[in-house]
């Protein structure tokens, strides 16, 4: 099932970045248009790193390094969630190859498998550009010893996994509620930004601060904000302990919660799998059939 799993894991993000039809294809125009898509992303994620590490410099000139950890690891978890909302039903119940994948000798477990790699892989990316810049400038301000780097590596490629468990969890109830309903897209989709906005409201919640307020109560309002962040999502609090002190123990409760969450919704997606594809394919009546007037 290994060699299932990385070809069909392979094969989907060459589709999901359109890797295959700019190499292949011989339309000129959307061969462009994923050229310039490409320049685009390419600035928006030098401005990523810029502004990630403007923040983490910050923190060290503030006298607060252990924030580093704490705010990259929160930003990394909440962009995750919010944008994994919206693609995780598509991705994971991706309806397109459905019944051509059923069809060939693959197993359930592989597709499934594969789908949440996909997801992974992508959002492991988005994971390592933002907390790079925190790896490089808590070395270089702080000058911690060989384990904090370890931690560091294991706890990124962790990061990603318990924001696409809870943004699968959300797509598929959503993929599941409107599944029945006439309008799929538009409920998946209003459903959807209800979820958005919320996680929206969170982050903006997490604290206020007045742009006058002198360097002693700005200090207070970082410490107040990174308490709020340990008590309402304590992952990130596991994270920040295990590669600030660092603490072993930290580290392996952060890794363990990580593993276990996401191979809980693997088991639970892969029991539900058919039969969400199944409603998913099902079909509406728009029209109630007069049978009086059949021939």
């Not at 978890?77 to 919010?82: G, K, P």
């Amino acid at each position: 099932m290994g060699k299932q799993i990385r070809r069909l894991t392979a094969l989907q993000l060459y589709n999901f970045c359109g890797f295959n039809e700019f190499r292949f294809g011989k339309d000129r125009k959307k061969k462009n248009r994923y050229l310039l898509m490409g320049v685009l992303w390419v600035f928006l994620i030098l401005m990523l790193l810029m502004y990630v590490a403007g923040m983490d410099i910050v923190c060290l000139v503030m006298g607060m390094p252990n924030l580093i950890p704490l705010l990259s690891a929160t930003v990394v978890c909440l962009v995750i969630l919010f944008f994994s909302i919206f693609k995780a039903g598509s991705i994971i119940f991706q309806m397109k190859d459905y019944e051509m994948l059923m069809a060939l000798p693959v197993s359930k477990q592989a597709v499934i498998i594969s789908r949440f790699l996909t997801m992974y892989v992508n959002n492991l990316v988005f994971s390592i550009l933002v907390m790079l810049p925190g790896i490089v400038i808590y070395g270089a301000g702080e000058k911690p010893g060989i384990l904090f780097y370890l931690f560091m590596i294991l706890g990124t490629l962790l990061l990603p996994l318990l924001p696409i468990t809870i943004a699968t969890f959300i797509g598929a109830g959503v993929t599941a509620i409107s599944a029945r309903m006439k309008h799929k897209s538009l409920v998946s989709g209003a459903l959807s930004i209800v979820f958005a906005i919320a996680v929206i409201l969170f982050s903006v919640g997490l604290q206020t601060f007045d742009v006058e307020m002198n360097e002693q109560a700005m200090l207070n309002m970082v410490e107040n904000m990174s308490v709020q962040i340990g008590n309402i999502y304590p992952p990130a609090q596991w994270f920040t302990n295990a590669v600030a002190k660092p603490d072993f123990l930290s580290l392996l409760l952060f890794a363990g919660v990580s593993v276990t969450v996401f191979f809980v919704m693997v088991v639970i997606v892969s029991h539900y799998f058919t039969g969400i594809c199944n409603a998913l394919r099902a079909r509406e009546s728009g029209k109630r059939a007069d049978i009086s007037k059949l021939k």
